[in-house]
């Protein structure tokens, strides 16, 4: 089996162990060792697997205390998200779709909440080659400043790269371009840059294309 699909069962099996148990919100769940132990897995899995429910908001890991499960109950969107992308065929498509769209989203925001200085450090960055595609738009989603946004980006990011699809590779005069509309405040230059970047002439047309 794949590094991938031991991956997404051990997370399978953790959300089917924290229902089995009759686990609540609240409740502690056991430690890296034990989950490697119960699940007949190596800890580093078991490690990876915690840090996707985390970033889903079903556990939380408090410093000196263990992991407990969150109040995640009022929360549809990411409990439909996580079990979505575990079972549904269609996923890459649907990732790589909903990805984009989350950055567009976040670029219209960026242009309203982000500060010239912030935009001129990153342009210093992409011009030494300091960043790739990932720490580019973290740091455009983090000047974004939407917490869901972050938290749903990131765990799109990590799922779409587990996939190893074949890596594109992204030209430096098209980070520039698409900071350049950031600065100057221009949401429609921002996002034809950014459909150039990834290549998509709309994201409506280009939708069974992926």
Not at 24 to 38: A, F, N, Q, T, V
Not at 39 to 45: A, D, E, I
Request: proline share 0%; glycine share 4%; hydrophobic share 40%.
């Amino acid at each position: 089996m794949s590094n991938t699909k031991v991956y997404l069962e051990i997370v399978k099996q953790l959300r089917e162990m924290i229902t089995a148990d009759g686990l609540k919100s609240g409740d502690k769940i056991p430690s890296e060792r034990e989950l490697s132990e119960r699940l007949n897995v190596g800890r580093s899995s078991v490690r990876e697997a915690l840090r996707a429910l985390e970033l889903l908001g079903l556990i939380e890991t408090r410093r000196g205390e263990g992991t407990f499960i969150r109040d995640f109950r009022g929360n549809q969107l990411v409990q439909l998200l996580s079990t979505f992308i575990l079972q549904d065929e269609k996923a890459k498509q649907d990732v790589f779709e909903t990805k984009n769209l989350i950055e567009m989203d976040c670029l219209r925001l960026a242009i309203q909440r982000m500060g010239k200085e912030s935009i001129l450090k990153l342009i210093e960055k992409v011009k030494s080659g300091q960043l790739d595609d990932d720490e580019f738009f973290y740091r455009i989603i983090e000047n974004a400043d939407n917490h869901l946004f972050l938290r749903m980006w990131l765990i799109l990011k990590d799922y779409y790269n587990s996939l190893h699809l074949r890596k594109v590779e992204y030209k430096r005069e098209d980070y520039l371009i698409l900071l350049e509309a950031l600065a100057e405040k221009n949401e429609q230059k921002a996002l034809s840059a950014y459909r150039n970047l990834r290549k998509l002439s709309s994201l409506a047309t280009n939708t069974n294309k992926i």
